[in-house]
């Protein structure tokens, strides 16, 4: 019965699907999963990778699908349609590329990049700290808010790579203690790595170890 007024619906589409799976058939073919030969640093295969090693302070970030196609329709339903469900999907995909390409380190806790309060008042929660959250259950890992985002913090959306990196400099802060910890940092999409690059400054200042970070998915020039 419940299905019937609450029916499972595909995490990139809307469409009404059977239970148990996340995905119609047709989204399923328009996901575009990193793979390959991959930069270790910035996680795209090579034959995209543009970061050369762009000199952000987190030790290496990986994604588990190209920001396009099916994974881009997710993130924005999640996001702007206000799904917080679709943090399931995200983060076990997340979780099984983590524990992937991350085994054999030790992470301390996980934590995620902040959002502008007025932001997150509008959409009623934070989506990098809901993917943290579950990341950090499945993981067996204790999740911690360990940053916090400045006022006078403007979209990064219409930015170049250059005003990308300007305008998150100084934008965040460390607000517990993590010294000589290794912190995983999480968030949905990964451009030029300025967020997370920045984040994870702040988190070395503050006596971090080791910053890793992991996103959902991650853009590529077209």
């Known amino acids: 019965m419940i299905s019937y007024i609450f029916p499972n ?13 996340s995905l119609c058939d047709e989204c399923r073919k328009r996901l575009y999963r990193i793979e390959g030969n991959i930069c270790r640093y910035c996680g795209r295969e090579q034959a995209y990778c543009t970061c050369k090693r762009a000199g952000n302070a987190y030790e290496r970030n990986v994604s588990v699908f190209r920001y396009d196609g099916a994974a881009a329709d997710a993130v924005k339903r999640f996001k702007m349609g206000k799904i917080p469900q679709i943090s399931v999907y995200i983060s076990n995909e997340m979780s099984m590329l983590i524990e992937r390409e991350y085994d054999g380190i030790s992470f301390d806790c996980v934590t995620f990049v902040p959002m502008a309060r007025i932001k997150e008042m509008r959409r009623g929660f934070n989506h990098a700290e809901l993917i943290a959250k579950r990341i950090a259950d499945n993981l067996g890992m204790p999740m911690r808010p360990l940053l916090k985002r400045r006022f006078g913090f403007y979209s990064q959306k219409s930015l170049n790579s250059a005003d990308r990196f300007k305008n998150v400099r100084g934008k965040f802060r460390a607000v517990k203690n993590v010294r000589g910890m290794t912190v995983l940092l999480i ?9 997370l690059g920045e984040c994870a400054g702040q988190l070395k200042s503050a006596g971090a170890a080791a910053v890793f970070g992991a996103t959902f998915a991650s853009t590529y020039k077209k």
């Open 9 to 21: 619906k595909c995490v990139c589409c809307g469409k009404i699907i059977v239970e148990k799976i």
């Open 187 to 195: 968030d949905d999409v990964i451009t030029t790595g300025a967020t």
